[in-house]
């Protein structure tokens, strides 16, 4: 069964500190995986697309890593804004009819 | 990136009464488009899949008689809610895509409360 697990499932940290979201999965066969940002009220919005060859990917200070090997996806947020408070959605190509299978997110806190 | 809107962003009714939700692709040909529902802190749900000119394919447990979708255009889709209920207010996200297997653009959601 196709499955994206992410961790934590919430987290708070100060603002200006840095923070690692984890995505495990075990779609197959794979392709690629996204990293979207989800704001309240608000639809996804994509991050990074990392495919099959790629280890790392950055998009200002988001930086995508992806080991194929064991499964697993990190996203790392340098420098933290209030701005970057949001669900953080870990999505791999596999499985359902829209040919997704989403992770529930990690909901981000950014604290003044 | 491709642009989807939807509108209206935000809508209240009263209970019994039907809504409509548009979802429009702006700058390319959407063949297919999904429509997804998400509660407070819950991953996006797929309800159903939209493929211009032709019937929508529902998910099991989404009932096509209560939540009606018409894709009459490569750029338009809409989503309506018959005889809303409360159980029905959510917040309801289109997303679209110009070939099966393409990335998928979504767009910014519709938060629907029935009162």
């Known amino acids: 069964k196709n499955q994206v697990e992410q961790s934590p499932q919430s987290l708070i940290i100060l603002e200006g500190k840095n923070c690692t979201l984890q995505?495990?999965?075990?779609?197959?066969?794979?392709?690629?995986l996204r990293w979207y940002k989800q704001d309240t009220g608000r639809g996804p919005v994509s991050l990074t697309i990392?495919?099959?060859?790629?280890n790392t990917k950055s998009n200002g200070r988001y930086t995508a890593t992806l080991d194929a090997d064991t499964k697993q996806s990190s996203l790392h947020i340098t420098a933290s804004q209030l701005s970057d408070s949001a669900s953080y959605i870990c999505?791999?190509?596999?499985?359902?009819?829209?040919?997704?299978?989403f992770g529930k997110g990690t909901h981000l806190i950014i604290q003044p | 990136g491709a642009v989807v809107s939807q509108h209206p962003s935000r809508v209240i009714c009263k209970s019994g009464t039907s809504v409509k939700i548009e979802c429009r692709s702006l700058?390319?040909?959407?063949?297919?488009m999904f429509w997804y529902r998400q509660f407070p802190k819950q991953s996006l749900m797929l309800m159903a899949t939209?493929?211009?000119?032709?019937?929508?394919?529902?998910e099991q447990g989404v009932e096509k008689d209560k939540f009606l979708i018409n894709h009459a255009s490569l750029t338009l889709s809409t989503l309506t809610v018959t005889s809303a209920h409360p159980e029905d207010s959510s917040f309801y996200i289109c997303?679209?895509?110009?070939?099966?297997?393409?990335?998928?653009?979504f767009g910014p959601g519709t938060r629907l409360t029935v009162l």
């Open positions: 999505v791999v190509p596999g499985g359902g009819a829209d040919g997704l299978t």
């Open positions: 997303s679209a895509t110009g070939r099966p297997g393409d990335t998928q653009y």
């Open positions: 700058d390319f040909q959407a063949t297919t």
């Open positions: 995505c495990n999965y075990t779609v197959s066969p794979f392709s690629n």
């Open positions: 939209s493929n211009e000119g032709s019937k929508a394919t529902y």
């Open positions: 990392m495919t099959f060859s790629e």
